[in-house]
């Protein structure tokens, strides 16, 4: 087993090991019941593999639900294919329980297909695809009703088993919080070949921030290096008269000011623009659509520095 396990995890040198009611639904049961799994996780192997050939790994992360996590995701994704069409991207969506980048890139109702070389990503651009638990529902209306030990081996397939081939970049959307999923790709993107690191998103008010401050601490306690915050919906902009007025007030100086007490990067700020939602809901791209928004020009200023990490 991994050497970061969730706290309900009895772990492998438990008697309880495979036994205890967390272990329900885990995949790794049977063989920490029979006493095979005293070394490491035999997954993480598997996941390095697999992801040989990706150069580049981007977690988003948010403290909070509802600041913007995944469309700020399907945004950098889509703005670094569309600067890049000589590089590969892929988007993976690891929140398993509210799956949104299929409806976001407007390939809902899509089917993944396997083969003998492992399950095929839908591909929304000819460098742009996306996996996700979304494609695998029978309905939209679906619940994914799982117990986190489930969850983290449907993530262990989902970065061991699908067939990418080559990628300059594997961006993650993952639930909001600390949780058994963020663990999880944790773990196994540590022991992987390449850079990785993660984008913090969130919304000025400070009912956000504290909730990221937590983020923050949980990726330097688990050495996930940080690529920076964005702070996302910052203001207003009119698309006719691109006038800004502010309706989150960030009281105590917003994002910039907590990247300065924390020391981490401040990657820019992203205003509201309205046809941003209707994209989302029509699986529209707006980077492409709406390149004259302020919030597509804030977008490549942060997509520039992102880079630069990388490079």
């Known amino acids: 087993m991994a050497d970061t396990v969730p706290e309900h995890c009895p772990g492998t040198q438990s008697e309880s090991a495979g036994k205890a009611s967390a272990c329900a639904g885990c995949p790794n049961q049977q063989i920490c019941s029979s006493g095979e799994a005293k070394g490491p996780d035999p997954s993480i192997a598997l996941v390095k593999e697999r992801l040989k050939d990706v150069k580049n790994k981007l977690v988003i992360l948010s403290g909070k639900?509802?600041?913007?996590?995944?469309?700020?995701?399907a945004l950098l994704s889509r703005a670094m294919a569309q600067n890049n069409a000589e590089q590969n991207f892929g988007v993976l969506d690891i929140d398993i329980c509210g799956p949104s980048q299929p409806r976001v890139f407007g390939v809902i109702g899509e089917q993944v297909h396997q083969s003998g070389s492992g399950w095929s990503p839908v591909y929304i651009e000819d460098n742009l695809s996306l996996m996700s638990i979304g494609f695998l529902l029978g309905s939209q209306d679906d619940a994914i009703i799982w117990r986190g030990p489930k969850k983290n081996g449907m993530i262990r397939q989902f970065l061991s088993e699908v067939d990418w081939g080559q990628l300059d970049y594997l961006i993650l959307d993952t639930p909001p919080g600390t949780s058994d999923e963020h663990l999880?790709?944790?773990?196994?993107?540590?022991?992987?070949?390449?850079?990785?690191?993660?984008?913090?998103?969130?919304?000025?008010?400070?009912?956000?921030?504290?909730?990221?401050?937590?983020?923050?601490?949980?990726?330097?306690?688990?050495?996930?290096?940080?690529?920076?915050?964005?702070?996302?919906?910052?203001?207003?902009?009119?698309?006719?008269?691109t006038v800004q007025s502010t309706i989150f007030a960030a009281k105590t100086g917003g994002a910039e000011k907590m990247c300065e007490e924390m020391a981490v990067p401040f990657l820019g700020r992203l205003p509201i623009d309205p046809r941003l939602a209707?994209?989302?809901?029509?699986?529209?791209?707006f980077?492409?659509?709406?390149?004259?928004?302020?919030?597509?020009?804030?977008?490549?200023?942060?997509?520039?520095?992102?880079?630069?990490?990388f490079a």
Not at 65 to 73: A, R, Y
Not at 299 to 306: G, N, R
């Open 287 to 309: 980077v492409e659509e709406f390149s004259d928004s302020p919030a597509v020009t804030s977008l490549m200023a942060i997509v520039k520095k992102i880079e630069t990490h």
């Open 184 to 241: 999880s790709a944790s773990t196994y993107l540590n022991g992987t070949e390449g850079k990785w690191g993660a984008v913090l998103v969130t919304t000025p008010q400070e009912v956000a921030l504290l909730d990221v401050r937590k983020e923050i601490s949980f990726c330097k306690k688990l050495k996930i290096p940080v690529v920076g915050v964005i702070e996302n919906m910052s203001g207003f902009v009119c698309p006719k008269c």
């Open 65 to 73: 639900g509802g600041v913007g996590k995944s469309t700020v995701t």
């Open 278 to 285: 209707k994209c989302c809901d029509e699986g529209r791209n």
